[in-house]
């Protein structure tokens, strides 16, 4: 069933209007009668379409619920910027995964080393590959892709998290399954880019809080790394 996603909705008169509707009539050439799936705030609300227009869908309630696809735990992922083809892979595949936001990160050892001008041109195409795999995904809300941050600022939003989580391989770590994530709603996983972290920024995310974690002795690509530690994530909040 097609989803389409808004920010606020009048259950008395839901209306869909621009590109969705564009969407709806030219593209999916759907017709009154069909149903459609319109999500708001983690709300799924499915309806049948009234009556199409060229710039408006007009649709009738059937009925609303929760979300099912959406996790239980809203994870933040860290990620340390790789280059561009990269990042993309990574958004789209942690939004599929269940990912509520994807902060991307400039550390040291970072190749791609934009800056937050040059970042921010990227940001609209970003955003929309995360907009894409919730609809694909059956995603309640769409993740947020921020800004490009520092590594300090990184941590520092991280400290306010629930848990939180750096993967690195070198000695101090455990194994995700030793990760105590009882009761914990909200964790930041941070991961590095093709060369992961160098001792000091190792230190620093320990020090502020964040748990080393490993993912066994090999080495993964760093576009491997974030879809492999939030799938395990998932699993181990029930949520796959």
Known sequence: MPRFFTNEIDESNIVLTGSDANHIGRSLRMRAGEEITVCCAGV??????ARITPDTVY??????????????????????????DKLEFIIQKCVELGVSEVVPVLTRRCISRPDERDFAKKLPRLQKIAEEAAKQSGRGVIPTVSPIVSYKRALEMMS???RSIILYEEEGGRRFGETDLTDARTVGLLIGSEGGFDREEAEAAAASGAQQVWLGKRILRCETAPITAVSILMFLTNNM
């Open 44 to 49: 799924d609300y499915v309806c049948d379409i």
């Open 59 to 84: 649709l009738t309630l059937r009925e609303k619920h929760i979300c099912a696809a959406e996790p239980s735990v809203r994870v933040t992922l860290f990620q340390a910027v790789p280059k561009l």
């Open 160 to 162: 306010e998290l629930d």
